[in-house]
């Protein structure tokens, strides 16, 4: 079983950056590949970024590619999202998830609660 609990959301004016952080708990936390998602307002959940369990990068969505990192610490159990030049598009639910990886919602076994991210014009 693994608990995940994203901070760092709130309010910023485009062009800001902020960092988002999802802290994970239970034993087999670093066997999973990570993933953050986001949901924007009357839209479907999408793919943001993932991370494997050794630290390499998967991928991220072509939308922020370039804009956006994902890191991640397994020393002290914490996945990073690291969001720069932020426009209002990029405002959403944004949901840190846990497993085996890849752009697929169904391939992740677990959810934060999510933290709202607000980018005003």
């Known amino acids: 079983q693994v608990q995940l609990v994203e901070s760092g959301g709130g309010l910023v004016q485009a062009g800001g950056s902020l960092r988002l952080s999802c802290a994970a708990s239970?034993?087999?936390?670093?066997?999973?590949?990570m993933g953050w998602f986001r949901r924007a307002p009357g839209k479907e959940r999408e793919f943001v970024a993932a991370?494997?369990?050794?630290?390499?990068?998967?991928n991220y969505a072509g939308s922020v590619k370039g804009r956006f990192t994902i890191s991640r610490d397994t020393s002290t159990s914490m996945v990073y999202l690291q969001m720069n030049s932020l426009k209002p598009e990029d405002t959403a639910v944004y949901y840190c998830?846990?497993?085996?990886?890849?752009?697929?919602?169904?391939?992740?076994?677990?959810w934060g609660q999510g933290t709202q991210v607000t980018v005003s014009s």
């Open positions: 239970g034993r087999t936390y670093s066997n999973y590949h």
């Open positions: 991370i494997r369990w050794d630290g390499r990068i998967l």
């Open positions: 998830a846990a497993g085996s990886g890849g752009y697929m919602a169904s391939s992740y076994d677990y």
